[in-house]
Protein backbone atom coordinates (compact mmCIF):
# COMPACT_ATOMS: atom_id res chain seq x y z
CA UNK A 1 0.00 0.00 0.00
CA UNK A 2 2.54 2.64 1.26
CA UNK A 3 3.72 5.15 -0.77
CA UNK A 4 1.52 5.43 -4.00
CA UNK A 5 -1.47 5.04 -1.53
CA UNK A 6 0.00 7.54 0.54
CA UNK A 7 0.69 9.61 -2.49
CA UNK A 8 -2.91 9.48 -3.78
CA UNK A 9 -4.61 10.19 -0.07
CA UNK A 10 -2.11 13.40 0.10
CA UNK A 11 -3.31 14.45 -3.53
CA UNK A 12 -6.69 13.96 -2.23
CA UNK A 13 -5.97 16.64 0.68
CA UNK A 14 -5.50 18.92 -2.09
CA UNK A 15 -8.18 18.43 -4.45
CA UNK A 16 -11.69 17.06 -3.10
CA UNK A 17 -11.80 13.72 -5.24
CA UNK A 18 -11.96 10.14 -4.72
CA UNK A 19 -8.77 8.41 -4.16
CA UNK A 20 -9.21 7.16 -8.30
CA UNK A 21 -8.32 10.84 -9.88
CA UNK A 22 -4.40 10.46 -9.90
CA UNK A 23 -3.00 11.41 -12.72
CA UNK A 24 -1.96 7.60 -13.94
CA UNK A 25 -1.52 5.55 -16.31
CA UNK A 26 -2.88 1.66 -16.33
CA UNK A 27 -0.06 -0.48 -16.14
CA UNK A 28 -1.31 -4.06 -17.45
CA UNK A 29 1.34 -6.02 -16.00
CA UNK A 30 0.61 -4.34 -12.39
CA UNK A 31 -3.07 -5.04 -12.86
CA UNK A 32 -2.67 -8.66 -13.95
CA UNK A 33 -0.46 -9.44 -11.09
CA UNK A 34 -2.92 -7.38 -8.30
CA UNK A 35 -5.71 -9.41 -9.25
CA UNK A 36 -3.66 -12.31 -9.04
CA UNK A 37 -2.63 -11.52 -5.72
CA UNK A 38 -5.48 -10.55 -4.20
CA UNK A 39 -7.03 -13.54 -5.22
CA UNK A 40 -4.15 -14.83 -3.27
CA UNK A 41 -5.04 -13.68 -0.34
CA UNK A 42 -8.66 -14.07 -0.42
CA UNK A 43 -7.48 -18.04 0.08
CA UNK A 44 -5.41 -17.23 3.09
CA UNK A 45 -9.29 -16.85 4.90
CA UNK A 46 -11.56 -19.23 4.10
CA UNK A 47 -9.05 -21.50 3.62
CA UNK A 48 -6.04 -21.41 5.79
CA UNK A 49 -7.09 -19.75 8.42
CA UNK A 50 -10.21 -21.50 8.59
CA UNK A 51 -8.08 -24.98 8.47
CA UNK A 52 -5.59 -23.40 10.50
CA UNK A 53 -7.60 -22.68 13.16
CA UNK A 54 -10.13 -25.08 12.63
CA UNK A 55 -7.47 -27.89 13.30
CA UNK A 56 -6.45 -26.59 16.42
CA UNK A 57 -10.05 -26.32 18.02
CA UNK A 58 -11.30 -29.25 19.44
CA UNK A 59 -13.25 -31.61 17.42
CA UNK A 60 -16.17 -30.84 18.64
CA UNK A 61 -16.15 -26.83 17.86
CA UNK A 62 -14.59 -27.42 14.37
CA UNK A 63 -17.22 -26.36 12.36
CA UNK A 64 -18.06 -23.36 14.24
CA UNK A 65 -13.96 -22.26 14.01
CA UNK A 66 -14.89 -22.64 10.26
CA UNK A 67 -18.22 -20.78 10.60
CA UNK A 68 -17.12 -18.19 12.25
CA UNK A 69 -13.96 -17.52 9.73
CA UNK A 70 -16.12 -18.09 6.49
CA UNK A 71 -18.76 -15.43 8.12
CA UNK A 72 -16.44 -13.17 8.83
CA UNK A 73 -14.71 -13.06 5.43
CA UNK A 74 -18.51 -12.94 3.84
CA UNK A 75 -19.41 -10.03 6.32
CA UNK A 76 -16.20 -8.22 5.20
CA UNK A 77 -16.88 -8.20 1.88
CA UNK A 78 -20.31 -6.65 2.18
CA UNK A 79 -19.63 -4.08 4.46
CA UNK A 80 -16.13 -3.13 2.86
CA UNK A 81 -17.93 -2.29 -0.38
CA UNK A 82 -21.02 -0.37 1.58
CA UNK A 83 -18.73 1.37 3.77
CA UNK A 84 -15.69 0.24 4.98
CA UNK A 85 -13.66 1.26 2.03
CA UNK A 86 -15.05 4.51 2.28
CA UNK A 87 -14.25 4.59 5.72
CA UNK A 88 -10.32 3.61 5.53
CA UNK A 89 -9.53 5.55 1.46
CA UNK A 90 -12.27 8.15 1.08
CA UNK A 91 -11.56 11.58 1.63
CA UNK A 92 -9.62 12.18 4.65
CA UNK A 93 -10.78 13.88 7.57
CA UNK A 94 -8.39 15.03 10.21
CA UNK A 95 -6.32 12.31 9.58
CA UNK A 96 -8.25 9.80 11.85
CA UNK A 97 -10.71 8.60 9.33
CA UNK A 98 -11.89 9.01 5.74
CA UNK A 99 -15.28 10.51 4.25
CA UNK A 100 -18.19 9.24 3.51
CA UNK A 101 -17.97 10.26 -0.15
CA UNK A 102 -17.10 6.61 -1.71
CA UNK A 103 -19.77 5.12 0.53
CA UNK A 104 -21.67 2.04 -1.95
CA UNK A 105 -18.18 2.80 -4.13
CA UNK A 106 -19.72 6.23 -4.98
CA UNK A 107 -17.43 7.91 -7.61
CA UNK A 108 -15.20 4.90 -8.75
CA UNK A 109 -15.89 3.05 -12.09
CA UNK A 110 -14.21 1.37 -14.51
CA UNK A 111 -12.36 3.65 -15.62
CA UNK A 112 -10.99 5.28 -12.28
CA UNK A 113 -7.65 4.08 -11.38
CA UNK A 114 -5.26 3.62 -8.08
CA UNK A 115 -1.42 4.10 -9.28
CA UNK A 116 -1.12 1.89 -11.96
CA UNK A 117 -4.62 -0.11 -11.64
CA UNK A 118 -7.91 0.22 -11.63
CA UNK A 119 -9.53 1.04 -8.10
CA UNK A 120 -11.83 -1.74 -8.18
CA UNK A 121 -8.82 -3.84 -7.87
CA UNK A 122 -7.43 -2.05 -5.73
CA UNK A 123 -10.58 -1.85 -3.62
CA UNK A 124 -11.11 -5.73 -3.74
CA UNK A 125 -7.41 -6.03 -2.56
CA UNK A 126 -7.90 -3.87 0.28
CA UNK A 127 -11.40 -5.81 1.22
CA UNK A 128 -9.51 -8.95 1.89
CA UNK A 129 -7.34 -7.62 4.37
CA UNK A 130 -10.50 -6.28 5.79
CA UNK A 131 -11.47 -9.97 5.84
CA UNK A 132 -8.65 -11.73 7.17
CA UNK A 133 -7.95 -9.12 9.83
CA UNK A 134 -11.38 -10.01 11.79
CA UNK A 135 -10.76 -13.32 11.25
CA UNK A 136 -7.95 -13.29 12.95
CA UNK A 137 -9.76 -11.82 15.74
CA UNK A 138 -11.58 -15.39 16.20
CA UNK A 139 -8.48 -16.74 17.41
CA UNK A 140 -8.62 -15.72 21.03
CA UNK A 141 -12.17 -17.04 21.52
CA UNK A 142 -13.16 -20.43 19.46
CA UNK A 143 -14.71 -22.62 22.04
CA UNK A 144 -17.05 -20.38 23.68
CA UNK A 145 -18.58 -17.84 21.96
CA UNK A 146 -21.71 -17.01 20.88
CA UNK A 147 -22.67 -17.20 16.63
CA UNK A 148 -24.49 -14.00 16.68
CA UNK A 149 -22.32 -12.48 19.08
CA UNK A 150 -19.27 -12.88 16.63
CA UNK A 151 -21.79 -11.48 13.70
CA UNK A 152 -22.27 -8.49 15.43
CA UNK A 153 -19.20 -8.09 16.98
CA UNK A 154 -17.78 -8.69 13.24
CA UNK A 155 -19.88 -5.82 11.77
CA UNK A 156 -19.27 -3.04 14.58
CA UNK A 157 -15.56 -4.25 14.91
CA UNK A 158 -14.59 -3.50 11.39
CA UNK A 159 -16.42 -0.46 10.95
CA UNK A 160 -15.26 0.70 13.92
CA UNK A 161 -12.21 -0.29 14.65
CA UNK A 162 -10.28 -1.89 11.28
CA UNK A 163 -11.51 1.19 8.59
CA UNK A 164 -9.87 4.06 11.04
CA UNK A 165 -6.73 2.46 11.37
CA UNK A 166 -6.47 1.08 8.19
CA UNK A 167 -7.20 4.59 7.25
CA UNK A 168 -4.20 6.06 9.09
CA UNK A 169 -1.78 4.06 7.94
CA UNK A 170 -2.36 3.85 4.17
CA UNK A 171 -5.25 6.10 3.74
CA UNK A 172 -3.46 9.15 4.45
CA UNK A 173 -4.11 9.57 7.81
CA UNK A 174 -1.93 10.67 10.81
CA UNK A 175 0.52 7.67 10.92
CA UNK A 176 1.82 7.91 7.26
CA UNK A 177 2.17 11.84 7.51
CA UNK A 178 4.39 10.89 10.74
CA UNK A 179 6.06 8.56 8.60
CA UNK A 180 5.32 5.02 10.00
CA UNK A 181 6.54 2.18 8.08
CA UNK A 182 3.69 -0.43 7.67
CA UNK A 183 4.48 -2.74 4.39
CA UNK A 184 1.82 -5.16 4.12
CA UNK A 185 0.02 -4.49 8.05
CA UNK A 186 1.85 -5.16 11.00
CA UNK A 187 -0.20 -2.46 12.78
CA UNK A 188 -3.05 -2.43 11.02
CA UNK A 189 -3.68 -6.45 10.65
CA UNK A 190 -1.28 -8.36 13.14
CA UNK A 191 -1.39 -6.15 16.21
CA UNK A 192 -4.75 -4.64 15.72
CA UNK A 193 -6.30 -8.15 15.21
CA UNK A 194 -3.58 -9.60 18.39
CA UNK A 195 -5.10 -6.93 21.08
CA UNK A 196 -8.73 -6.76 19.85
CA UNK A 197 -8.33 -10.81 20.18
CA UNK A 198 -6.83 -10.76 23.95
CA UNK A 199 -9.05 -7.98 24.81
CA UNK A 200 -12.11 -10.27 23.48
CA UNK A 201 -10.67 -13.41 25.62
CA UNK A 202 -10.09 -11.48 28.65
CA UNK A 203 -13.43 -9.87 28.83
CA UNK A 204 -15.61 -13.95 27.27
CA UNK A 205 -13.30 -15.89 30.03
CA UNK A 206 -11.93 -19.18 30.08
CA UNK A 207 -13.24 -21.90 28.53
CA UNK A 208 -15.08 -24.24 31.12
CA UNK A 209 -12.23 -26.91 31.96
CA UNK A 210 -9.28 -24.34 31.24
CA UNK A 211 -5.98 -25.46 32.44
CA UNK A 212 -7.75 -28.66 34.61
CA UNK A 213 -8.77 -30.70 31.55
CA UNK A 214 -6.99 -31.17 28.56
CA UNK A 215 -8.04 -29.75 25.47
CA UNK A 216 -6.76 -31.72 22.17
CA UNK A 217 -6.43 -30.14 18.68
CA UNK A 218 -9.12 -31.90 16.01
CA UNK A 219 -6.24 -32.28 13.53
CA UNK A 220 -3.14 -30.85 13.92
CA UNK A 221 -2.68 -32.73 9.78
CA UNK A 222 -5.48 -29.46 9.09
CA UNK A 223 -3.68 -27.24 10.80
CA UNK A 224 -0.68 -28.15 9.28
CA UNK A 225 -2.44 -27.71 5.70
CA UNK A 226 -3.87 -24.30 6.97
CA UNK A 227 -0.50 -22.74 7.63
CA UNK A 228 0.69 -24.01 4.64
CA UNK A 229 -2.11 -22.14 2.61
CA UNK A 230 -1.45 -18.75 4.54
CA UNK A 231 1.90 -18.82 3.67
CA UNK A 232 0.80 -19.25 0.07
CA UNK A 233 -1.47 -16.86 0.17
CA UNK A 234 1.03 -14.77 2.00
CA UNK A 235 3.19 -13.88 -1.36
CA UNK A 236 -0.02 -12.05 -2.47
CA UNK A 237 -0.52 -10.39 0.51
CA UNK A 238 3.44 -8.92 1.35
CA UNK A 239 4.50 -8.98 -2.47
CA UNK A 240 1.16 -7.73 -3.69
CA UNK A 241 0.89 -4.52 -0.79
CA UNK A 242 3.49 -3.20 -3.24
CA UNK A 243 0.63 -2.79 -5.33
CA UNK A 244 2.76 -3.19 -8.82
CA UNK A 245 4.86 -5.71 -9.91
CA UNK A 246 8.22 -4.44 -10.13
CA UNK A 247 11.42 -5.10 -8.33
CA UNK A 248 10.28 -3.83 -4.70
CA UNK A 249 7.57 -6.71 -5.29
CA UNK A 250 10.09 -9.14 -6.25
CA UNK A 251 12.03 -8.65 -2.93
CA UNK A 252 8.92 -8.62 -0.88
CA UNK A 253 7.99 -11.71 -2.23
CA UNK A 254 11.73 -12.86 -1.35
CA UNK A 255 12.11 -11.95 2.13
CA UNK A 256 8.45 -13.52 2.80
CA UNK A 257 9.32 -16.93 2.00
CA UNK A 258 12.75 -16.69 3.91
CA UNK A 259 11.32 -15.39 7.05
CA UNK A 260 8.82 -17.54 7.02
CA UNK A 261 11.07 -20.52 6.67
CA UNK A 262 13.16 -19.15 9.38
CA UNK A 263 10.53 -18.76 11.84
CA UNK A 264 9.33 -22.29 11.55
CA UNK A 265 12.76 -23.53 11.87
CA UNK A 266 13.25 -21.52 15.12
CA UNK A 267 10.38 -22.39 16.28
CA UNK A 268 11.19 -26.18 16.30
CA UNK A 269 14.53 -26.12 17.08
CA UNK A 270 13.46 -24.04 20.56
CA UNK A 271 10.58 -26.43 21.52
CA UNK A 272 12.94 -29.23 20.68
CA UNK A 273 15.88 -28.10 23.09
CA UNK A 274 12.95 -26.88 25.76
CA UNK A 275 10.22 -29.10 25.28
CA UNK A 276 12.07 -32.12 23.73
CA UNK A 277 9.83 -32.62 20.85
CA UNK A 278 10.14 -30.67 17.55
CA UNK A 279 6.33 -30.56 17.07
CA UNK A 280 4.29 -29.86 14.11
CA UNK A 281 2.16 -27.54 15.36
CA UNK A 282 5.19 -25.73 16.55
CA UNK A 283 6.69 -25.87 13.11
CA UNK A 284 3.10 -24.14 11.83
CA UNK A 285 2.94 -21.91 14.24
CA UNK A 286 6.43 -21.14 13.14
CA UNK A 287 5.46 -20.31 9.77
CA UNK A 288 3.02 -18.10 10.79
CA UNK A 289 5.07 -16.79 13.25
CA UNK A 290 7.97 -15.81 10.63
CA UNK A 291 4.98 -14.38 8.12
CA UNK A 292 3.64 -11.75 10.50
CA UNK A 293 6.86 -10.50 11.41
CA UNK A 294 7.83 -9.96 8.04
CA UNK A 295 4.91 -8.49 7.04
CA UNK A 296 5.64 -4.72 8.04
CA UNK A 297 9.33 -5.36 6.63
CA UNK A 298 8.69 -6.61 3.25
CA UNK A 299 9.22 -4.06 1.11
CA UNK A 300 11.58 -2.33 3.01
CA UNK A 301 14.03 -4.49 4.01
CA UNK A 302 16.78 -7.13 2.68
CA UNK A 303 17.59 -10.68 2.46
CA UNK A 304 19.81 -10.76 5.76
CA UNK A 305 17.42 -8.50 7.92
CA UNK A 306 14.60 -11.36 7.08
CA UNK A 307 16.83 -13.94 8.40
CA UNK A 308 17.02 -12.03 11.85
CA UNK A 309 13.31 -11.03 11.82
CA UNK A 310 12.12 -14.72 11.11
CA UNK A 311 14.84 -16.45 13.91
CA UNK A 312 13.01 -13.82 16.30
CA UNK A 313 9.74 -14.31 15.28
CA UNK A 314 10.09 -18.50 15.89
CA UNK A 315 11.72 -17.83 19.30
CA UNK A 316 9.35 -15.46 20.55
CA UNK A 317 5.79 -16.62 19.37
CA UNK A 318 7.20 -20.01 21.42
CA UNK A 319 7.75 -18.02 24.48
CA UNK A 320 4.69 -15.99 24.12
CA UNK A 321 2.92 -19.42 23.90
CA UNK A 322 4.60 -21.35 25.79
CA UNK A 323 5.54 -19.25 28.72
CA UNK A 324 3.59 -15.80 28.37
CA UNK A 325 0.78 -17.04 28.49
CA UNK A 326 0.76 -19.59 31.04
CA UNK A 327 1.99 -17.07 33.71
CA UNK A 328 -0.21 -13.99 33.10
CA UNK A 329 -3.18 -16.95 32.76
CA UNK A 330 -5.26 -15.84 30.20
CA UNK A 331 -7.22 -17.76 27.75
CA UNK A 332 -6.08 -16.70 24.44
CA UNK A 333 -7.43 -20.15 22.60
CA UNK A 334 -5.23 -19.97 19.34
CA UNK A 335 -3.03 -17.58 20.65
CA UNK A 336 -4.31 -14.74 17.95
CA UNK A 337 -2.21 -12.59 20.19
CA UNK A 338 0.55 -14.78 21.15
CA UNK A 339 1.31 -15.06 17.66
CA UNK A 340 -0.29 -12.01 15.91
CA UNK A 341 0.12 -9.59 18.47
CA UNK A 342 3.70 -9.95 19.64
CA UNK A 343 5.37 -11.36 16.47
CA UNK A 344 3.21 -8.25 14.78
CA UNK A 345 5.18 -6.23 17.37
CA UNK A 346 7.92 -7.40 16.79
CA UNK A 347 8.04 -7.11 12.65
CA UNK A 348 6.93 -3.27 13.39
CA UNK A 349 10.34 -2.44 15.56
CA UNK A 350 12.39 -4.66 13.09
CA UNK A 351 11.00 -2.37 10.45
CA UNK A 352 12.48 1.02 12.33
CA UNK A 353 15.67 -1.33 12.69
CA UNK A 354 16.52 -2.83 8.92
CA UNK A 355 14.38 -0.74 6.54
CA UNK A 356 17.07 -0.26 3.93
CA UNK A 357 16.84 2.96 1.63
CA UNK A 358 18.29 0.92 -1.16
CA UNK A 359 14.97 -1.24 -1.74
CA UNK A 360 12.54 1.39 -1.07
CA UNK A 361 13.66 4.94 -1.27
CA UNK A 362 12.79 7.16 1.71
CA UNK A 363 12.76 3.81 4.30
CA UNK A 364 15.48 4.03 6.34
CA UNK A 365 15.95 2.24 9.37
CA UNK A 366 18.48 2.64 12.95
CA UNK A 367 20.96 0.62 11.16
CA UNK A 368 21.18 2.88 8.66
CA UNK A 369 21.39 5.93 10.53
CA UNK A 370 18.58 6.82 11.14
CA UNK A 371 17.32 6.07 14.74
CA UNK A 372 14.09 8.11 14.57
CA UNK A 373 12.47 5.30 12.86
CA UNK A 374 12.36 3.21 15.48
CA UNK A 375 10.80 5.80 18.00
CA UNK A 376 8.69 6.50 14.80
CA UNK A 377 7.40 2.43 14.60
CA UNK A 378 7.09 2.72 18.63
CA UNK A 379 4.52 5.55 18.37
CA UNK A 380 2.39 3.75 15.71
CA UNK A 381 2.34 0.54 17.88
CA UNK A 382 1.33 1.92 20.92
CA UNK A 383 -0.65 4.17 19.00
CA UNK A 384 -2.63 0.95 17.36
CA UNK A 385 -2.62 -1.10 20.34
CA UNK A 386 -4.25 1.25 23.05
CA UNK A 387 -7.10 2.55 19.99
CA UNK A 388 -7.89 -1.18 19.34
CA UNK A 389 -8.11 -2.13 22.78
CA UNK A 390 -10.47 0.67 23.60
CA UNK A 391 -12.52 0.55 20.72
CA UNK A 392 -12.44 -2.89 21.06
CA UNK A 393 -13.79 -3.28 24.81
CA UNK A 394 -16.68 -0.70 23.53
CA UNK A 395 -17.52 -2.49 20.53
CA UNK A 396 -17.88 -6.04 22.76
CA UNK A 397 -20.36 -4.00 25.29
CA UNK A 398 -22.31 -2.81 22.32
CA UNK A 399 -22.48 -6.00 21.29
CA UNK A 400 -23.41 -7.88 24.55
CA UNK A 401 -26.12 -5.41 24.46
CA UNK A 402 -27.66 -6.08 21.43
CA UNK A 403 -27.26 -9.69 21.52
CA UNK A 404 -28.14 -10.65 25.16
CA UNK A 405 -24.60 -12.07 26.49
CA UNK A 406 -21.23 -13.20 24.65
CA UNK A 407 -21.37 -16.85 25.73
CA UNK A 408 -23.13 -19.70 24.85
CA UNK A 409 -24.72 -21.81 27.92
CA UNK A 410 -22.36 -23.79 29.82
CA UNK A 411 -24.38 -26.98 28.42
CA UNK A 412 -23.95 -26.10 24.80
CA UNK A 413 -19.95 -25.45 25.68
CA UNK A 414 -19.68 -28.43 27.35
CA UNK A 415 -21.56 -30.79 24.00
CA UNK A 416 -19.65 -28.67 21.36
CA UNK A 417 -20.86 -25.66 19.10
CA UNK A 418 -20.49 -27.82 16.11
CA UNK A 419 -23.83 -30.07 16.88
CA UNK A 420 -25.54 -27.51 19.36
CA UNK A 421 -25.24 -24.30 17.72
CA UNK A 422 -25.08 -25.68 14.00
CA UNK A 423 -26.68 -29.09 13.83
CA UNK A 424 -23.39 -30.65 12.38
CA UNK A 425 -20.66 -33.00 13.28
CA UNK A 426 -17.37 -32.33 11.52
CA UNK A 427 -16.45 -35.76 11.05
CA UNK A 428 -18.11 -39.32 10.87
CA UNK A 429 -15.02 -41.77 11.67
CA UNK A 430 -15.74 -45.02 14.08
CA UNK B 1 -15.26 -74.54 31.71
CA UNK B 2 -13.04 -70.97 31.88
CA UNK B 3 -13.24 -67.91 29.96
CA UNK B 4 -9.71 -66.06 29.60
CA UNK B 5 -9.63 -62.39 29.25
CA UNK B 6 -6.61 -61.39 27.99
CA UNK B 7 -5.53 -57.35 27.91
CA UNK B 8 -2.67 -56.93 25.33
CA UNK B 9 -0.54 -54.45 22.76
CA UNK B 10 -2.97 -53.85 19.65
CA UNK B 11 0.00 -54.72 17.52
CA UNK B 12 0.34 -58.11 19.07
CA UNK B 13 -3.26 -59.25 17.99
CA UNK B 14 -1.99 -61.07 15.00
CA UNK B 15 0.96 -62.95 16.47
CA UNK B 16 -2.11 -64.03 19.06
CA UNK B 17 -4.43 -64.71 17.20
CA UNK B 18 -1.90 -67.69 14.65
CA UNK B 19 -0.42 -69.03 17.79
CA UNK B 20 -4.43 -70.02 18.78
CA UNK B 21 -4.95 -71.16 15.78
CA UNK B 22 -2.03 -73.17 15.79
CA UNK B 23 -3.21 -74.82 18.99
CA UNK B 24 -7.28 -75.47 17.43
CA UNK B 25 -8.65 -72.77 19.66
CA UNK B 26 -11.36 -71.28 16.59
CA UNK B 27 -12.95 -68.62 18.48
CA UNK B 28 -12.55 -64.95 20.20
CA UNK B 29 -14.00 -62.15 20.55
CA UNK B 30 -11.74 -58.62 20.64
CA UNK B 31 -12.66 -55.03 21.81
CA UNK B 32 -10.40 -52.32 21.76
CA UNK B 33 -10.11 -51.26 25.62
CA UNK B 34 -8.04 -48.06 26.77
CA UNK B 35 -6.76 -48.42 30.17
CA UNK B 36 -3.27 -47.88 32.10
CA UNK B 37 -1.59 -49.54 34.51
CA UNK B 38 2.22 -49.53 35.49
CA UNK B 39 2.92 -48.10 32.12
CA UNK B 40 1.03 -44.74 32.88
CA UNK B 41 -0.19 -42.36 30.37
CA UNK B 42 2.06 -40.41 27.43
CA UNK B 43 2.37 -37.35 27.36
CA UNK B 44 1.02 -35.09 24.71
CA UNK B 45 2.13 -31.16 23.54
CA UNK B 46 0.81 -28.54 22.04
CA UNK B 47 2.19 -25.13 21.64
CA UNK B 48 3.77 -25.52 24.90
CA UNK B 49 1.15 -26.92 26.90
CA UNK B 50 1.69 -30.65 28.08
CA UNK B 51 -1.07 -32.97 28.60
CA UNK B 52 -0.90 -36.40 30.08
CA UNK B 53 -2.76 -38.92 28.17
CA UNK B 54 -4.02 -41.40 30.81
CA UNK B 55 -5.65 -44.33 29.27
CA UNK B 56 -3.76 -46.02 26.34
CA UNK B 57 -5.57 -48.13 23.74
CA UNK B 58 -4.81 -51.78 24.55
CA UNK B 59 -7.01 -54.88 22.39
CA UNK B 60 -8.87 -57.22 25.09
CA UNK B 61 -9.80 -61.03 23.45
CA UNK B 62 -11.72 -63.20 25.31
CA UNK B 63 -11.53 -66.87 25.00
CA UNK B 64 -13.97 -69.76 26.67
CA UNK B 65 -12.05 -72.69 26.86
CA UNK B 66 -12.54 -76.08 28.55
CA UNK B 67 -10.87 -75.95 31.86
CA UNK B 68 -8.45 -78.77 31.14
CA UNK B 69 -7.02 -76.64 28.48
CA UNK B 70 -6.20 -73.06 29.94
CA UNK B 71 -2.86 -73.53 30.59
CA UNK B 72 -1.91 -74.31 27.19
CA UNK B 73 -4.08 -71.36 26.32
CA UNK B 74 -2.81 -68.71 28.75
CA UNK B 75 0.96 -69.83 28.13
CA UNK B 76 0.26 -69.60 24.17
CA UNK B 77 -0.90 -66.04 24.45
CA UNK B 78 1.67 -65.15 27.13
CA UNK B 79 4.11 -66.38 24.53
CA UNK B 80 3.22 -64.73 21.71
CA UNK B 81 2.05 -60.94 23.84
CA UNK B 82 5.57 -60.62 25.19
CA UNK B 83 7.70 -57.87 23.77
CA UNK B 84 9.48 -57.69 27.34
CA UNK B 85 8.47 -54.30 27.71
CA UNK B 86 6.53 -52.38 30.49
CA UNK B 87 3.23 -52.54 29.10
CA UNK B 88 2.16 -55.56 27.34
CA UNK B 89 -0.90 -56.90 29.57
CA UNK B 90 -2.94 -59.15 31.86
CA UNK B 91 -4.49 -62.18 31.62
CA UNK B 92 -7.16 -63.10 33.67
CA UNK B 93 -9.13 -66.54 33.74
CA UNK B 94 -12.57 -67.01 35.29
CA UNK B 95 -14.88 -69.83 35.80
CA UNK B 96 -17.59 -70.14 33.37
CA UNK B 97 -21.07 -71.68 34.45
CA UNK B 98 -22.58 -72.05 31.17
CA UNK B 99 -22.58 -71.88 27.37
CA UNK B 100 -25.32 -71.99 24.53
CA UNK B 101 -24.67 -71.79 20.95
CA UNK B 102 -27.95 -69.67 19.66
CA UNK B 103 -28.52 -71.34 16.00
CA UNK B 104 -28.53 -75.32 17.47
CA UNK B 105 -29.07 -74.85 21.31
CA UNK B 106 -25.87 -76.66 22.50
CA UNK B 107 -24.94 -76.84 25.30
CA UNK B 108 -22.03 -77.06 27.41
CA UNK B 109 -18.36 -77.41 25.64
CA UNK B 110 -20.22 -78.48 22.76
CA UNK B 111 -21.33 -75.09 22.40
CA UNK B 112 -18.02 -73.56 22.52
Request: neutral net charge; glycine residues 12%; hydrophobic residues 50%.
Amino acid sequence: MKLIGFTIAVLCLFFPCSSAVAADVLNTGDTAWMIVATALVMVMTPAGLALFYGGMSRYKNLLNTYAMTFVAYCLGSVIWMMWGYTLAFGPDQAGLVGGLGNMFLKGIGVNSLSGTIPTYVFVVFQMTFAGITVALVLGSVVDRMKFSSWIVFTVLWLTVVYSPICHWVWGGGWMSKMGALDFAGGTVVHINAGVAGLVLALVIGKRIGYGKEAMFPSSISLTALGAALLWFGWFGFNAGSELAADGVAASAFLVTNTSAAMGALAWMFTEWLVKKKPTVLGIASGVVAGLVAITPAAGFVGMSASLIIGLVAGVLGFYSVAVLKQKMGYDDSLDAFGVHGMCGVWGALATGVFANPAITDGAKGLVFGNPKQLWIQAISIIGTAGYTAIATFIVIQITRFITGGLRVDEENEILGLDNTLHGERAFEID
Amino acid sequence: MKKIEAIIKPFKLDDVKEALNEIGIQGMTISEVKGYGRQKGHKEIYRGAEYVVDFIPKVKIEIVVEASRVDEVVSKIQDAANTGKIGDGKIFVFPVEQAIRVRTGEKGKDAI
